[in-house]
């Protein structure tokens, strides 16, 4: 069964940094193209970005808000997955989801971790 | 980016009741379109992908489209269906997704 189980949430200042992780379980992290997903308070789902297996070359791609402020990496050693925040701002307030998909919809999130909440407020 | 438009936002039907929900996309997308139903408090489930049904999601969903226009369709509307549904494209990244339609019962 796959689980992913993230962490590091919790209440930062704005232009504060943060990082999340993400333990993964239950199938081959290696082979695994990861995604971050955020939920703001009472609003819909943002992809925020993703990274390939190292076999695929470890390529990351973030969405325009995120860019240059956030950095998807992995460590296959650990089976896990991390977001690196930093100058973060209030917008960034949301729920981070680590999800995982089939490679065949890659860039789909079939499997789903319970979320960390992120709350950027002086 | 290609951006990525649901409508209705939200809509409100009767138990039995055949619901469609639509996305469109600004750009051609091909057949590269998810879709997700979130209930209330739980984690986002994938249920569709390129028109295929996932695993274990009751046959009354349905998906179709290609291009710009998609479209989910729920055959006889059930009480447990109640949630947020959001389309997503999958063609490349950045992974967007739409604003998401709410679906209570009448």
């Known amino acids: 069964e796959v689980q992913l189980v993230e962490s590091g949430g919790g209440l930062v200042k704005p232009g504060g940094s943060l990082r999340l992780s993400c333990a993964a379980s239950?199938?081959?992290?290696?082979?695994?193209?990861m995604s971050w997903v955020r939920q703001a308070p009472g609003k819909g789902l943002e992809w925020v970005g993703r990274?390939?297996?190292?076999?695929?070359?470890?390529?990351?791609d973030y969405a325009a808000p995120v860019n240059g402020r956030f950095t998807i990496s992995r460590d296959d050693s650990r089976n896990t997955l991390y977001l690196q925040m930093n100058s973060l701002n209030t917008e960034d307030t949301a729920v981070y989801y680590c999800?995982?998909?089939?490679?065949?919809?890659?860039?789909?999130?079939?499997?789903w971790g319970q979320g960390t909440l992120v709350t950027v407020s002086s | 980016d290609i951006q990525m438009t649901q409508s209705p936002s939200s809509l409100s039907a009767s138990v039995g009741d055949r619901v469609t929900i639509t996305c469109r996309a600004s750009?051609?997308?091909?057949?590269?379109l998810a879709w997700y139903q979130q209930k209330p408090g739980k984690v986002p489930k994938l249920i569709y992908t390129?028109?295929t049904l996932q695993s274990g999601v009751p046959s009354r969903f349905s998906g179709s489209g290609s291009g710009t226009d998609f479209t989910l369709t729920i055959s006889s509307l059930q009480p447990e269906d109640v949630a947020t549904y959001y389309c997503?494209?999958?063609?490349?990244?950045?992974?967007?997704f739409g604003q998401g339609t709410r679906l209570d019962i009448k």
């Open positions: 997503q494209k999958y063609n490349g990244a950045p992974f967007t």
């Open positions: 239950g199938f081959t992290f290696t082979n695994a193209w």
């Open positions: 999800s995982t998909g089939s490679k065949a919809a890659a860039g789909t999130s079939g499997d």
């Open positions: 390129a028109s």
């Open positions: 750009h051609d997308i091909n057949i590269y």
């Open positions: 990274i390939k297996s190292r076999t695929d070359g470890e390529t990351t």
